[in-house]
């Protein structure tokens, strides 16, 4: 293939800046219907990632038949051999409409590669492979045979079996027009002085979603151990990084409030949605309709601690906050009353089963931090906003 073509996407993978990093070919998909494209496997330093090639070996733009050949084969549970690899299809709990029509990308920036397909369905394929992304159609498919409306029904998906293992490819759900994310709602919101009218829905809609995930158990006292120990972690690895005094301060608040949960019901383990913000949820004008993308939030540290669906309200919580704060940085009010009205809302709304104020506070905490190590790890864009949202986080007066 043409390596200064798959070098540039590679910088982009990796972010190696001007260094060029090893990029070698492995294996190549090529469905027979999928015209003058093929999917490639990229080796790029220690990892590998997925891409379109046109017919002359170059990363191709756009691949149209290439997705839909690769669209049919996970709606109907086909299997593709490859050079090197083989696809493996499943077909969706919901059958999917015909994949006729054209082909034209998502229009959001997104770490996967992700097509619309005749404004009937999406088709997401995972760049990266290996990086958690097998959860996403497990939960996906879960919730869709559940009967949960709440997201975008599943057609389909697709492994990748290569010599290192199967890897999640791709999953095909339904598409959902005239919609927009949550953190465009609340922009428009502060922007335009809205009151946040959608949040007890947004909180009625999230417990929907942990009901029809199931699977919940009560927390054990090892489970309190696991979630104390990560937090512990997280803090130390932050502080390494920027912000020590600042992240400190946090790690102190954060064994205070383990300290009050572990004097509380302790809110259930059990599956969750796993990076639930304000940007995975789809607004139509009536307010929050699917929730979307369950793959794991992107870190540096990985989290062996169990799940529990308080940490899905907690990060919701925070990107409230967030979301006020990078609006009023670029150039918008202040969003003190908006935010209040907007975490009174979502909690109000999602009813009887919130954790209790100790356990979410140490959740919420977590998560401030774990957004200061991303912001200086990967996004420095981020970095301000999450140093002011941990800052005012530790201002808060609390119940513990």
């Given at each position: 293939m043409r390596l200064s073509?798959?070098?540039?996407?590679?910088?982009?993978?990796?972010?190696?800046?001007?260094?060029?990093?090893?990029?070698?070919?492995?294996?190549?998909?090529?469905?027979?219907?999928?015209?003058?494209?093929?999917?490639?496997?990229?080796?790029?330093?220690?990892?590998?990632?997925?891409?379109?090639?046109?017919?002359?070996?170059?990363?191709?733009?756009?691949?149209?038949?290439?997705?839909?050949?690769?669209?049919?084969?996970?709606?109907?549970?086909?299997e593709l051999e490859g050079d090197g690899c083989r696809l493996i299809g499943r077909a969706g709990p919901a059958p999917a409409p015909d994949l006729g029509g054209g082909v034209r990308p998502i229009g959001a920036d997104q770490t996967h590669t992700t097509v619309v397909l005749g404004e009937r369905t999406v088709l997401k394929c995972y760049r990266r492979l290996g990086e958690?992304?097998?959860?996403?159609?497990?939960r996906v498919r879960a919730l869709t045979a559940a009967g949960f409306d709440g997201v975008p029904a599943m057609h389909g998906a697709a492994e990748l079996e290569t010599p290192a293992g199967r890897h999640a490819l791709l999953l095909l759900q339904?598409?959902?027009?005239?919609?927009?994310?949550?953190?465009?709602?609340?922009?428009?919101?502060?922007?335009?002085?809205?009151?946040?009218?959608?949040?007890?829905?947004?909180?009625?809609?999230?417990?929907?979603?942990?009901g029809a995930l199931g699977g919940a158990r009560p927390a054990t006292a090892d489970d309190l151990a696991?979630?104390?120990?990560?937090?512990?972690?997280?803090?130390?690895?932050t502080a390494a990084r920027n912000d020590r005094e600042l992240v400190l301060a946090a790690g102190a608040a954060l064994d205070a409030a383990w300290d009050a949960a572990a004097r509380a019901p302790l809110p259930p383990a059990g599956p969750a949605h796993g990076d639930l913000h304000l940007a995975q949820l789809l607004f139509g004008a009536s307010g929050p309709v699917a929730v979307i993308d369950f793959e794991p939030a992107p870190s540096l540290l990985p989290d062996p601690s169990p799940e529990t669906p308080a940490r899905d309200l907690a990060a919701l919580l925070r990107a409230v906050d967030n979301a006020g704060l990078?609006?009023?940085?670029?150039?918008?009010?202040?969003?003190?009353?908006?935010?209040?009205?907007?975490?009174?809302?979502?909690?109000?709304?999602?009813?009887?089963?919130?954790?209790g104020d100790a356990s979410l506070r140490a959740f919420e905490l977590v998560q401030a931090v774990h957004e200061c190590l991303y912001a200086a790890a990967i996004a420095p864009f981020w970095a301000d906003v999450a140093r002011r949202a941990l800052t005012t986080l530790l201002e808060e007066p609390c119940s513990t």
């Open positions: 073509s798959a070098v540039g996407e590679a910088r982009w993978y990796q972010g190696k800046g001007s260094a060029d990093p090893d990029v070698r070919v492995t294996g190549t998909l090529a469905p027979p219907d999928g015209g003058d494209h093929a999917l490639a496997i990229l080796a790029v330093g220690d990892a590998t990632y997925v891409a379109p090639l046109d017919a002359a070996g170059a990363l191709a733009d756009e691949a149209p038949e290439l997705w839909r050949a690769l669209a049919r084969a996970a709606a109907q549970g086909d958690g992304t097998a959860r996403e159609p497990a339904a598409y959902v027009p005239g919609t927009w994310d949550g953190f465009a709602q609340a922009d428009r919101d502060l922007r335009g002085g809205a009151e946040p009218v959608w949040a007890p829905a947004t909180g009625r809609l999230v417990a929907r979603m942990h696991r979630w104390r120990e990560h937090g512990r972690r997280l803090v130390g690895a990078w609006t009023e940085a670029e150039g918008g009010p202040p969003p003190a009353a908006w935010i209040a009205a907007a975490r009174a809302g979502i909690r109000a709304g999602y009813g009887p089963g919130a954790p």
